[in-house]
């Protein structure tokens, strides 16, 4: 079975701008987490997604939002990007019952 | 609510050496157990877990057991490998929770 898969690898953005970052689960795989890992913070729950429901949401403000399409792909969008977001984003897709998460690579974002 | 602890790091070891990560947590209920490892430049990936007291996850010659009574999880390795070098993270899941909580991950430098 193919991995999880999230698209770009790498971004570069300017404060202010907006971004979407893309996440391809296992096959079969309903559920899709995402994540942001900083040195400083280490790893944070951002959102999950269930049949295309928002299930479960982190403490982050309402600028990360999120979706999840019928084919169980999701994306995040981050608006009005500040510095603080740069950071690697983690993807992680789970089928029942929710117990082992397995995780993309991530996407790299750097806002300057 | 649940909560992951684990030891600062980062831990430097010379190849060879006897590793111990030390993992300990609070949940209510009887979580399952986690240990996930990431590599440099990419993805969290499963390295083992326990479902239930005492059992034993092993895999790739780390193992970790599962102590009710002292509500831990330590992570063992009797020979670390300078290819073991990376960030590794406790987690667990409790019932209900569809998100597992993270410890803050404790990073190995295994030198030859």
Known sequence: ?112 | GDSVTQMEGPVTLSEEAFLTINCTYTATGYPSLFWYVQYPGEGLQLLLKATKADDKGSNKGFEATYRKETTSFHLEKGSVQVSDSAVYFCALSSGGSYIPTFGRGTSLIVHP
């Open chain 1, 1 to 112: 079975k193919a991995g999880v898969t999230q698209t770009p690898r790498y971004l570069i953005k300017t404060r202010g701008q907006q971004v979407t970052l893309s996440c391809s689960p296992i096959s079969g795989h309903r559920s899709v987490s995402w994540y942001q890992q900083t040195p400083g913070q280490g790893l944070q729950f951002l959102f999950e997604y269930f049949s295309e429901t928002q299930r479960n949401k982190g403490n982050f403000p309402g600028r990360f939002s999120g979706r999840q399409f019928s084919n169980s792909r999701s994306e995040m969008n981050v608006s009005t990007l500040e510095l603080g977001d740069s950071a690697l984003y983690l993807c992680a897709s789970s089928s029942p019952p929710p117990d082992e998460q397995y995780f993309g690579p991530g996407t790299r974002l750097t806002v300057t």
